[in-house]
């Protein structure tokens, strides 16, 4: 059974940086993408970035990018959100799940973590 459950988020100022981590279990190869979707109540959710597994290749949405860097440890079936220059506009529930489709496509996500930023 595929799980993902992730860590960090929090409260921080516009402008400020927060780390997000996801620890994956379940899976027999690293043949695999995992990364973050967010959404906000009432709104589409929204495909953040995600990280193949096997070769690092990354992807991010277009509002993110320059400011967000994914990275993973294939070691530890983890990935990482380094979010810095934080806005009003990412506040929301971040879910760490399987990557299936570029940008709309996930699966099995965990929990979630709440990021709220403050203007």
């Known amino acids: 059974q595929v799980q993902f459950v992730e860590s960090g988020g929090g409260l921080v100022h516009f402008g400020g940086s927060l780390t997000l981590s996801c620890v994956a279990s379940?899976?027999?190869?690293?043949?695999?993408?995992m990364g973050w979707f967010r959404q906000v109540p009432g709104k589409e959710r929204e495909g953040v970035a995600c990280?193949?597994?096997?070769?690092?290749?990354?992807y991010y949405r277009d509002s993110v990018k320059g400011r967000f860097t994914i990275s993973r440890d294939k070691n530890r079936n983890m990935a990482y959100l380094i979010m810095n220059n934080l806005k009003p506009e990412d506040t929301a529930v971040y879910y760490c799940?399987?990557?299936?489709?570029?940008?709309?496509?996930?699966?099995?996500w965990g929990r979630g973590t709440q990021v709220t930023v403050s203007s």
């Open positions: 799940a399987q990557c299936l489709e570029w940008p709309t496509v996930f699966d099995s």
């Open positions: 379940g899976f027999t190869s690293d043949r695999y993408a």
């Open positions: 990280i193949a597994m096997t070769d690092g290749e990354a």
